[in-house]
Nanobody
Framework: QVHLVESGGGLVQPGGSLTLSCAAS????????KGWFRQAPGKEREFVAM????????HYADSVRGRFTISVDNAKNTVYLQMNSLKPEDTADYYC???????????????WGQGTQVTVSS
């Protein structure tokens, strides 16, 4: 089992920035690919970003490309999501997850964190 814990969420003004962290414990995590998803009230959980286990290849949803950056520090067993130029529509609960593959569907990710809330508002 892999246990994931997100942190770094909060309230931020439009145009501001936040960095989310996801710390892993339990089974070895370094060789899993990592991803971030988000879910707004009343909406389906959607893919945000993912990164291969070496931290070289990334993939982003069109809605966040150019604004968000995913990175991983395997020495710390931690994955990050740097969010810049935040918009009100970015408001959601954000979840980190892990997968052995390279697909963006929720069902393809085997381990999940509990989520951290991000609110973008004036």
């Amino acid at each position: 089992q892999v246990h994931l814990v997100e942190s770094g969420g909060g309230l931020v003004q439009p145009g501001g920035s936040l960095t989310l962290s996801c710390a892993a414990s339990g089974d070895p995590f370094s060789t899993y690919n990592k991803g971030w998803f988000r879910q707004a009230p009343g909406k389906e959980r959607e893919f945000v970003a993912m990164i291969d286990w070496r931290g070289v290849t990334t993939h982003y949803a069109d809605s966040v490309r150019g604004r968000f950056t995913i990175s991983v520090d395997n020495a710390k067993n931690t994955v990050y999501l740097q969010m810049n130029s935040l918009k009100p529509e970015d408001t959601a609960d954000y979840y980190c997850a892990s997968t052995r593959g390279w697909a963006t569907a929720r069902k393809d990710f085997n381990y999940w964190g509990q989520g951290t809330q991000v609110t973008v508002s004036s």
